[in-house]
């Protein structure tokens, strides 16, 4: 799978990202190819329109309806093909001769060529990762995409959608191929994935055509769609027959056929939980830390980071406790914030739908105050969701969904409401900032609508990038006046301080060899959050290895690079202008955004 759509896919595989390579050379006997500015960008889109038509998930994921009826090709035949279009692409863009072009594409052509050999560096660990988790994987993404991202607006789409149940099939049979290809070389999920990944197909293949009782949740889906066709009656019930058939004759055997194999790995896996069980599985944690967080920090010094602003945040905590009154140490003011029903609404229809309204509301309330911190802001609409019943279970907390560029889908701000208990009022505010505005709504779809700048740079990203923002907006609006209430204030603390121990236990777990149960005692010692969501944390880390550590290393480097531009520029410093030296370029790797930031402070002085 291609680098740009490894993001577009919300986080199937390993994320691109590194300012740490180095270009590959170009050949001495390639001749310069000389282009202006304008021809390069139109170029690199050509080369990015190459890649996404090997992606037909992609191209739906941009509200394109060409392959619509087609998913990605995840075999390794796929793969080699893709990687030997990456290695043609770099050779193509190293030749350009950039003495022509303004600033703006040069940094595409630094971004794409660091892009380019990362894909290439990266294949040697094609296989270090887990096909199929609770977090991830062609098993759940298979009805979330049908369900969130194949619109039906004819009949010809909904035939479309039928062609995807019934070439599912084909998808599954390819995961455990992967899977079978992983076990070979010992490369095997620990054992509590198993149970998880398992009950989800479970609830897949719930309910009708597949066994009694209400539609399954693609059936209801497609039904629902279908019925707002202005089609006959005839041609709706003759659709609805093709899907129940595709669905049990085509995706029905392909999940029995992925269960079964799972259930042999679960019988061999084991409870080592970090990658550095992996064959050569040091050296791959410390790829995965250079390409999650595009510095050349070490699993130590993230690790000891970790501890520090861990201390400092919890004396932060301490000061709110002592604020409200409450008598005690930290740990009883934890345990109250846990177990106090003032905080949590109830775990029922009514309290679910409470907690969206309110937080859509404190969405809209920050839309009105967006002038106080940003010149530039986002045209594309954004909506509050609850994640689906199907995956809700083994899905995060809260995570955001990218808007089509055309308009057709909102960005869509999902929080999950499995268990209300995980979800307080009081942490209710900062989520709301950090999914929505203005953290990744704003952020991505700002990126989204830049003009004048490869395709590749507008779609792809860095998840330092887009981590750090979304934890740097959850405390920016502090600043003019939101967090009013003191618990929602230790809410936005609560959350940087579990993003703090992330960068402890993600490298405790994978680089100091910590078991799942020292990751969660730390966790549970150190954070006010329930066990059960600090098991599921847990868990994720363990599955997603570095993927933690891009929030408070990106969040912390925003927040260096600002403090030196205030100190530099005195009153000379604008909030505004500032956040737009972070956002104009969309989302860029570490020592690009410092270069940015750089560049702006010296124009300023003059």
């Known amino acids: 799978m291609k680098k740009i759509n490894l993001y577009l896919m919300t986080l199937v595989v390993l994320l691109f990202s590194t300012g740490c390579q180095k270009d590959t050379p ?31 998930q992609s191209m739906t994921y941009l509200g394109m309806r060409e392959r619509y009826d087609e998913w990605n090709d995840i075999s390794d035949t796929a793969r080699n093909k893709n990687l030997d279009m990456t290695k043609q692409h770099l050779a193509k863009v190293m030749a350009i001769d950039l003495s022509n072009a303004n600033a703006s594409v040069k940094l595409s052509v630094e971004m794409f060529i660091q892009q380019a050999n990362q894909q290439i560096e990266g294949d040697q660990w094609r296989y270090h990762s887990y096909p199929v988790s609770q977090m991830r994987g062609v098993h759940s993404m298979i009805p979330s995409f049908l369900i969130n991202q194949h619109l039906i607006a004819d009949k010809e789409e909904a035939q479309a959608y039928i062609e995807r149940i019934t070439n599912s099939a084909t998808l599954l049979e390819q995961v455990v191929e992967q899977l079978k290809i992983r076990q070979q070389k010992g490369i095997v999920a620990p054992k509590f994935v198993f149970p998880l990944v398992m009950a989800s197909i479970d609830n897949i293949l719930k309910g009708a055509p597949f066994s009694q009782g209400p539609d399954s949740t693609i059936f209801a889906d497609f039904k629902a769609k279908v019925a707002k066709l202005e ?26 056929n992925l269960l079964s194999v799972l259930r042999k790995l679960e019988a061999e896996a084991t409870n080592d939980h970090g990658v550095w069980k992996f064959p050569n599985g040091e050296a791959f944690y410390n790829f995965a830390l250079q390409r999650t967080t595009t510095t050349d920090l070490t699993a130590e010094q993230i690790h000891t980071k970790g501890l520090y602003e861990v201390a400092r945040i919890q004396g932060e905590m301490l000061e709110i406790m002592q604020a409200v009154g409450f008598e005690g140490d930290l740990q009883a003011f934890f345990d109250f914030m846990r177990n106090d029903p003032r905080f949590y609404f109830p775990d029922t229809p009514e309290g679910k739908q409470a907690y969206l309204d309110q937080a859509t509301q404190l969405i809209n309330d920050m839309n009105t105050r967006l002038d106080e911190l940003f010149i530039t802001k986002p045209k594309a609409d954004l909506v509050v969701k609850a994640v689906e019943p199907f995956r809700e279970a083994s899905a995060g907390q809260a995570f955001y969904q990218r808007p089509a560029p055309d308009g057709s889908r909102p960005g869509t701000y999902f929080a999950n409401l499995y268990k209300m208990g995980d979800m307080s009022k009081y942490n209710m505010e900062a989520l709301a900032y950090h999914e929505g505005i203005p953290g990744h709504h704003m952020q991505i779809s700002i990126a989204q609508e830049l003009k004048n700048i490869p395709k590749f740079r507008l779609f792809g990203g860095y998840t330092v990038f887009s981590e750090g923002w979304g934890l740097y907006s959850e405390s920016v609006p502090k600043e003019i006046g939101m967090y009013a209430d003191p618990y929602s204030d230790f809410g936005r603390l609560s959350g940087e301080l579990y993003r703090a121990c992330r960068l402890v236990v993600d490298t405790g777990i994978h680089a100091k060899k910590w078991s799942r149960e020292k990751a969660l005692d730390y966790m549970n010692s150190n954070v006010p959050h329930s066990t059960n969501y600090n098991v599921r944390q847990i868990e994720r880390y363990i599955v997603m290895p570095s993927q933690a550590t891009a929030y408070k290393i990106g969040m912390l480097k925003i927040q260096e690079l600002r403090a030196h531009a205030e100190a530099s520029l005195g009153q000379r410093f604008d909030i505004r202008q500032f956040h737009d030296v972070v956002l104009k370029d969309g989302s860029v790797s570490l020592p690009i955004l410092e270069d940015n930031v750089n560049t702006w402070i010296s124009e300023s002085k003059i």
Do not use: C, H, W
Not at 31 to 54: C, G, K, N, Q, Y
Not at 232 to 253: G, R, W
């Open 231 to 256: 089609l006959s009656e005839a041609d709706k019930n003759n659709l609805t027959l093709a899907a129940s058939v595709a669905l049990q004759d085509s995706l029905s055997p392909g999940y029995q």
């Open 26 to 56: 170009a050949s001495a006997t390639t001749t310069p190819v000389i282009m202006t500015s304008p021809e390069i960008v139109a170029f690199l889109d050509d080369l990015f329109l190459e890649e996404l038509r090997e992606s037909p």
